[in-house]
């Protein structure tokens, strides 16, 4: 193989590397190696061999089949390809900053993060003429001092910052604004690649809070599909470890037919405690615009794993009689209709329930899993009232609907995920990734 | 084997195929790689280490995974029972032997001295013969072959099936990776067992469970998706001989239209498009209608939820007005 060659299949390594696809020198060397039996004049069969080698699952075979066609193009093509690229985004954030330099209270432009600065420049036409016209307004109110500018600031900040989920590009990086954007090729098609994914998926990479009516039959397959994985690894941990020590009682028994000689041995049979599962989901007013989620979680999880109990929860905590209903709709209008919708949250108050209830069954065969946002009332007692929790049943699984960039801004969130496994469920993607944690 | 021996091979044995199959099982082989097959379930996976087996002129051994699946299971198991029997054996003899010693002693009560010679020589023998043969019961003779071993230890390159394998346990999945990078075992009692010849070795996996990354670098990888319509067309027409030809063509566009309705949570394999053909030729269609489609679409839809949404979706009638008219 010439060094041409070598040089260009490391670099095409490198930019899976940056795709989030784990290629290891051995892999490598397994993919150099495999076109040495196959030749490099066919593209089908040298895009089918590296493959083979290097995307090692579903999603890596997506990221190496868009990274291939971008990488491996003519020379020229691939060279105005990068250049087009690398200009298209000094301009993009030109405008950016462009944009935002209108945001002034009294002449003076707001000081605001870059990410904020992308947030304004991507919001809607009147979205943008409602905070310029509350600039407008304070700028020149009666008794309005240039002090005051930190004040305004943050009221922009906050409105920019609700604003925020709504036009958030699902990204898997902490920070994925153009600011942050590579600039070496590798990174460029690397971010490409990830791009043309997302489009072709836009319904995984949507934020939960978004999703319409149309998108809920592939939400309830990605559910029904977690609930039916849940089911399934709570039945092999049943089955996990065969056989324990040996039962003399039985192999004593059975050797009378071997006059005494102990010729077949029986073993004692493992039974693992029946594991359950407690689900508790909040449906507080901070919770509604995730609640079309919600509902089908609690839902599709009862179809699937029939033995679930099920409580719904914000200040106060209520158990959901499943087994009554028989269709999702009767349950979902039950969870509406209840006492406990769309009130404040206090997680503190509805662990501190179970831990009490008589007919909770909370032991060290349970799998509790949390479907909240985490902002609640009385952090101290939620974390107290968690770590109590924790020690007393087998695992917590806390699904967040919040995206985890995000978990920061929320008080003692930090203090929760010591006692759990908090997983990010903001989009249907992450959702499914977190499914494979079960 | 080269890349249009193994094409051909696989032609003949009527397998419906794509280059990306034949180049990934063509470099697995080549490599020296295990090929791990993913896809949903019922697309076909199996099916490719049969095809290979029957193209290599082999048996194919197969382990099929399961929860508490161990190596007494899939490696070897020490066969207890003839040990015994090997020890009761060698006891009588041993007894037979001792008691001739003694009727000797008798006859020659005489020569103490030389008998002390006699019984000491006899007793250092007897400790060397009781080692060995202790030895003896920790040997090939007395172990059972589970079907990785007996993969590893033929004489002739053999086709090894390990069949859904994320059903195992993932302690299994670790004990797997010795087998899956070097091609050999480790029997505490026998020590290292390499291959002879190095098998072919298949992995499938429904993707019930992730698979480690450990387990994945060892293999080389390929991922089974759904067929397109034409391909599902060619499937039936190699494996069902004499199905009508418009039949063929709309139970496969009705199949691809069930595995793309959303609402449909099991999606249908072609095991069950080839069951549906069968069943709608043994009902004598020669293509499909709304009335026969309801009357057998148990064979594509398994749970009464799904076949509830299909048909408030519509159902095989707005399927034929859609596609077929």
């Not at chain 1, 947030?119 to 009666?142: A, C, P």
């Not at chain 2, 080839?274 to 679409?297: C, G, I, N, P, Y």
């Not at chain 2, 594509?300 to 519509?314: A, C, W």
Request: one cysteine or more.
């Amino acid at each position: 193989m010439d060094d041409l060659l070598l040089n260009n299949l490391l670099r095409f390594f490198e930019v899976l590397r940056t795709a989030g696809v784990r290629v290891s020198l051995s892999e490598a060397i397994d993919a150099i190696e495999a076109l040495v039996f196959v030749g490099v004049l066919d593209r089908t069969t040298v895009k089918a061999a590296l493959a083979a080698c290097v995307a090692k699952s579903e999603n890596e075979r997506k990221i190496f089949s868009e990274c291939f066609e971008r990488f491996f193009i003519n020379p020229l093509e691939k060279n105005n390809y990068i250049t087009h690229k690398t200009q298209a985004r000094e301009q993009r954030k030109l405008e950016i900053i462009e944009r935002a330099s209108e945001l002034q209270y009294q002449g003076q432009e707001l000081d605001l993060s870059n990410e904020l600065k992308e947030v304004y420049s991507e919001i809607t036409v009147s979205e943008r003429q409602s905070i310029l016209d509350f600039l407008e307004r304070s700028s020149t109110g009666k008794n309005m001092k240039s002090h005051f500018k930190p004040i305004t600031e943050n009221v922009v900040k906050g409105k920019l910052n609700n604003l925020k989920n709504k036009y958030r590009k699902p990204c898997d990086h902490h920070q994925c604004s153009i600011f942050y954007s590579p600039v070496s090729e590798a990174g460029i098609i690397a971010e490409d690649a990830e791009e043309a994914i997302r489009e072709e998926n836009s319904l995984i990479y949507k934020n939960l809070s978004t999703i319409e009516d149309k998108d809920m039959p592939a939400v309830i397959q990605l559910i029904r599909a977690m609930a039916e994985r849940l089911r399934k690894s709570t039945r092999s941990r049943l089955r996990t470890s065969g056989r324990a020590g040996l039962d003399f009682k039985r192999t004593i028994s059975s050797s009378i037919a071997s006059g005494g000689t102990l010729f077949r041995l029986k073993y004692k049979r493992k039974h693992g405690p029946k594991q359950r599962i407690l689900t508790l989901c909040d449906v507080s007013a901070s919770m509604y615009r995730f609640s079309g989620f919600v509902l089908k979680f609690i839902s599709c999880l009862h179809a699937e794993v029939s033995s679930a109990d099920n409580y719904v929860f914000s200040t106060g905590i209520e158990k959901l009689n499943i087994r009554s209903f028989t269709t999702s709709t009767d349950i979902e209008q039950e969870i509406t209709k209840s006492k406990v919708w769309k009130k404040g949250t206090d997680i503190g108050q509805a662990i501190h329930h179970i831990l009490t209830d008589r007919f909770a069954i909370v032991n060290s065969s349970t799998i509790v899993i949390i479907v909240s946002d985490a902002k609640t009332l009385n952090v101290s007692k939620a974390s107290e009232g968690l770590k109590q929790l924790s020690a007393k049943v087998k695992q917590i699984y806390w699904l967040n609907p919040i995206h985890e960039s995000d978990w920061s801004e929320i008080a003692g969130l930090d203090g929760f995920k010591q006692h759990c496994i908090m997983l990010d469920c903001s989009n249907l993607d992450k959702l499914s990734r977190a499914c494979e944690r079960f | 084997m080269d890349l249009s021996t193994l094409r051909k091979a696989l032609e003949g044995e009527r397998y419906v195929f794509d280059d990306n199959l034949l180049t990934t099982l063509y470099i697995a082989i080549k490599l020296g790689k295990p090929l791990l097959i993913e896809g949903a379930a019922g697309v076909g996976k199996t099916e490719v280490a049969k095809v290979l087996a029957a193209a290599y002129g082999v048996e194919l051994t197969r382990l099929q995974c399961y929860g508490g699946l161990d190596e007494a299971k899939a490696l070897y198991e020490w066969n207890y029972q003839k040990q015994l029997l090997s020890i009761q054996l060698n006891l009588k003899q041993s007894s037979g032997k001792t008691g001739g010693a003694e009727t000797d002693g008798k006859t020659s009560q005489g020569n103490a001295a030389d008998q002390a010679v006699v019984s000491g020589d006899a007793n250092g023998r007897e400790a060397e013969c009781g080692d060995k043969r202790l030895e003896g019961l920790f040997s090939r003779d007395f172990l059972l072959e589970r079907p990785l071993l007996k993969a590893i230890s033929s004489d002739r390159e053999e086709v090894l099936l390990i069949d859904e394998i994320d059903k195992a346990d993932e302690e299994f999945e670790a004990f797997l990776l010795e087998l899956l990078s070097d091609f050999q075992v480790s029997i505490p009692e026998l020590g290292t067992v390499k291959a002879k010849m190095r098998p072919v070795i298949v992995l499938t996996s429904n993707n019930t469970r992730q698979l480690s990354d450990a387990l994945r670098r060892r293999c080389a990888y390929l991922f089974i998706e759904y067929p397109t319509i034409e391909k599902e067309y060619a499937i039936i027409n190699a494996k069902i001989p004499g199905v009508p030809a418009k039949l063929a063509a709309d139970v496969a566009a009705a199949a691809a239209y069930l595995r793309n309705n959303e609402k449909i949570f099991k999606k249908p394999s072609i095991a069950e498009t080839l069951d549906w053909a069968s069943a709608l030729m043994a009902l004598d269609q020669k293509r499909l209608d709304e009335e026969s489609a309801a009357k057998t679409v148990g064979f594509m839809l398994k749970n009464q939820e799904d076949i509830l949404e299909f048909s408030e979706d519509g159902g095989f009638g707005r399927f034929i007005a859609e596609q077929l008219t």
